[in-house]
């Protein structure tokens, strides 16, 4: 970034480039961490005493101190009290990378043929071969230990390292040594192939599961069912807000419309067996299915300035911990959570969507938020939005995936869907978030003066409670509503 003074800087905008990996790793060793908005805005004015010319002492190399416009600007920065602003958008592109993963649409037919031969090759290993159908999907959920992580920071991480241990076993098979899993983009009707063998089904050669014996096979719904079921849970637009969040936990959230909840929705718009976690990834659709959120991952990264580690950690106003040694863990694979961040490092990328979005996302929304700093002087929108809370659901009561429906006058006004196991009792992931929230984001129009009331209704009907769960059964969870507010531009 040329230095020059800029009277109006943000943290996202400016600040956050104005730091080096290396002075990040330096401040870092010493118990400093500088890499998130808030982390630096608490130690905003020792940065910029420390930062001055001529007296500086950070960095600690001389010939990276900072020029006098620099340090003028970051001085605008503390004195405007540290607004974090909006970052510049940049369109993702397609790198040359060993691993291009394309959209499943825009396959020719010696792809599609190289594709079902890697398939097949992988589906015809033995029950305990690890690099066998049976084994990798098992790793989801069952019949391994459940080791997924759903509903978390890990979320993507996860499974970036899950889709790549696949694509492995798949360039495994003799001659398809440069296949890669392509995509399906959720928003458009699935290609055709995949209504064909090897990708339409799969058949159990063992149990996993008293509920999924030998045998099982997988089901899912017609490509027309799919893209109806997508439009009623709009998907799309759910993913258009996710990808326009320039904050990390706006992106993930799985609470509102982040790209999390996106595919919660997604997994029971596709028919019974990807409804559930149990055997979602027996069903070959998974895999395309889960290429495409890593992909919309992938685009966010680049989207907004975050393809590295120290830039992707400047997105995060929460915790980082899922980054940090310890913490960062995604069993059952070698990696880290840290090391599926940067980009480059990765070596994979992937290409356009064969069909453009019907919405575009090559911009930054502006963050709704229930409360900001008094500093910041929050400001209500001429016509504003309401944050209706589901508080407080009990999950573990719950038997399966599900959603809860808001209805004013009972008209369904909101829909959430919470992608879950048939037993969430016997994960030990899910005991440990026993409790959650879910957003429905609303013109307030639409709830004024009305009688507000919610449903649990299960993407499959249980025997103890047909297709709807009592609310009183799930912990008996509120209904909060408050405005929301945006910051000013």
């Not at 399966?400 to 030990?428: I, K, M, N, Y």
């Amino acid at each position: 970034m040329a230095d020059q003074v800029i009277e109006q800087p943000t943290y996202l905008e400016h600040i956050r480039h104005f730091f080096e990996e290396v002075d990040l790793a330096h401040m870092a060793k010493i118990g400093i961490d500088l890499t998130t908005y808030e982390s630096l805005r608490l130690r905003a004015a020792s940065v910029h005493l420390r930062t001055m010319p001529p007296t500086a002492t950070m960095p600690p190399d001389p010939e990276r101190h900072w020029s006098a416009e620099r340090s003028e600007t970051f001085g605008n920065w503390v004195r405007t009290g540290c607004p974090l602003g909006q970052p510049t958008v940049q369109p993702p592109t397609t790198a040359t990378t060993d691993r291009v993963r394309k959209d499943a649409a825009a396959l020719d037919a010696d792809e599609i043929a190289r594709l079902a031969t890697a398939f097949t090759g992988i589906m015809e290993r033995g029950v305990d071969d690890p690099q066998g159908y049976f084994v990798l999907a098992g790793t989801h959920w069952f019949p391994a230990p459940n080791e997924c992580l759903h509903h978390e920071d890990r979320f993507n991480p996860w499974h970036r390292a899950y889709l790549r241990h696949f694509e492995d076993a798949l360039r495994s098979v003799p001659g398809c040594e440069h296949v890669t899993l392509p995509f399906w983009d959720i928003t458009t009707t699935p290609p055709a192939f995949l209504e064909a063998p090897p990708f339409s089904r799969y058949t159990l050669p063992q149990e996993v599961h008293s509920d999924y014996p030998e045998g099982y096979t997988t089901s899912r719904f017609t490509a027309d069912e799919i893209a109806d079921q997508v439009i009623a849970r709009d998907i799309a637009g759910t993913i258009a807000h996710a990808s326009r969040q320039p904050l990390w936990g706006d992106f993930i959230t799985f609470t509102g419309q982040g790209i999390e909840a996106a595919h919660d929705a997604g997994h029971p718009s596709c028919g019974e067996t990807l409804a559930t976690p149990d055997v979602a990834s027996f069903d070959p659709l998974f895999w395309f299915f889960h290429a495409n959120w890593d992909r919309l991952w992938w685009e966010w990264q680049q989207r907004m300035g975050a393809t590295t580690l120290a830039t992707f950690r400047s997105t995060i106003t929460g915790s980082t911990l899922f980054l940090d040694p310890g913490f960062n863990v995604l069993p059952p694979f070698p990696e880290t959570s840290d090391q599926t961040i940067d980009l480059t490092a990765t070596g994979v990328s992937y290409g356009p969507p064969a069909t453009p979005p019907l919405e575009s996302v090559e911009m930054v929304d502006r963050a709704r938020f229930g409360s900001l700093r008094a500093i910041e002087a929050p400001r209500l929108p001429a016509a504003p939005l309401a944050s209706v809370r589901l508080k407080g659901i009990d999950r573990l009561s719950i038997p399966g995936t599900f959603d809860a429906v808001l209805r004013a006058d009972g008209a369904v006004v909101g829909r959430r869907t919470f992608f879950q196991s048939t037993s969430p009792v016997d994960c030990e992931a899910c005991r440990e978030k026993a409790k959650i929230d879910l957003d429905f984001i609303v013109d307030v129009d639409q709830v004024l003066g009305t009688e507000l009331t919610t449903t649990i209704e299960l993407a499959r009907p249980a025997p103890e409670f047909g297709a709807t769960v009592p609310l009183s059964v799930c912990g008996d969870p509120t209904l909060n509503v408050r405005l929301l507010v945006v910051r000013p531009t």
